[in-house]
């Protein structure tokens, strides 16, 4: 009985060919109007799961999309944003497109955005948003255990801001350790649907130790936003599974050329704290 058990078990492995789907290359926009920044966006090409990744050489030429036309209109100008190479050496991010240096997204105003793509094909890319309000954070307190044994030397910090409970308001919230292009600590989107009262506070585990600085960022942001972000977040682990159902990134793109992304403003407030201990 056994002898048979192992000869049937010799043959349980089989090849299976799946015929896939050709796969639809797809514009991908990410476009912040961030206040008192350029107009700038990156215009990109998505690219198939099992497509060959792109040499050094042609990294460049095979992700951007250039040769598109690309404006943003705002309170009756229209600022044309060239295809040029851009590098913000502060976030470490990269634009293909950019209005001029001196054309700066405006502190404060109720006014739309409206952006405008033609992509080389003739295909079209629409989207609209507006700054929302800034919120700024109260306060960071950092503290330190309370066990009295010199031994525990790490902190924590517990952020705190104001909600206005009269609106349904989205945050992005992240958290830098000693500089902006370092990983966040935390980098996570909430909304205010449970908060009982105006304040809400953010906290962290006891990692950070006399002399660390932490940069924290509050990001007010829309409804899209929020829904592009946790949409993205749900694709990347969708991909992480080769048994699991895709799941569709969420876009607030309209037009003919079918892409993906997100135009949205970006109000922030920002604040740098040295751990100390008193």
Do not use: W
């Amino acid at each position: 009985m056994l002898g048979l058990l192992a000869l049937s078990a010799c043959n349980l492995e089989q090849e299976v060919e799946i015929n896939l789907p050709d796969y639809e290359v797809r514009p991908v926009l990410e476009a912040y109007v961030e206040p008192g920044e350029r107009y700038r966006l990156l215009l990109t090409r998505s690219a198939g799961y099992f497509a060959p990744l792109p040499s050094l050489d042609n990294l460049l030429e095979e992700l951007l999309l250039d040769s598109a036309e690309v404006s943003i209109t705002h309170d009756g100008v229209t600022y044309q944003l060239e295809n040029t190479l851009l590098f913000d050496p502060t976030t470490q991010k990269i634009y293909n497109y950019a209005a001029g240096s001196n054309d700066l997204v405006p502190t404060e105003s109720d006014l739309p955005f409206e952006l405008n793509i033609t992509l080389p094909n003739g295909e079209t890319i629409r989207a609209e948003t507006r700054l929302l309000p800034q919120v700024e954070i109260d306060s960071v307190v950092i503290e330190f255990p309370e066990t009295g044994n010199p031994a525990d030397t790490l902190a924590r910090a517990l952020t705190y801001f104001t909600d206005n409970p009269n609106t349904d308001n989205f945050y992005r919230r992240m958290l830098q350790l000693n500089s902006l292009d370092s990983l966040p600590e935390q980098d996570f989107v909430t909304d205010d649907r449970l908060v009982e009262d105006s304040t809400i506070a953010f906290g962290t585990g006891f990692n950070y130790k006399a002399g660390d600085t932490l940069i924290t960022t509050l990001y007010h942001i829309s409804e899209d936003y929020a829904t592009f972000l946790e949409s993205v977040d749900g694709a990347a682990a969708a991909n992480g599974n080769p048994f699991g159902q895709p799941s569709p990134v969420i876009s607030n793109l309209e037009g003919t050329a079918n892409a993906l992304g997100i135009f949205t403003a970006l109000v922030s407030f920002r604040r740098n704290d040295i751990v100390m201990r008193n």
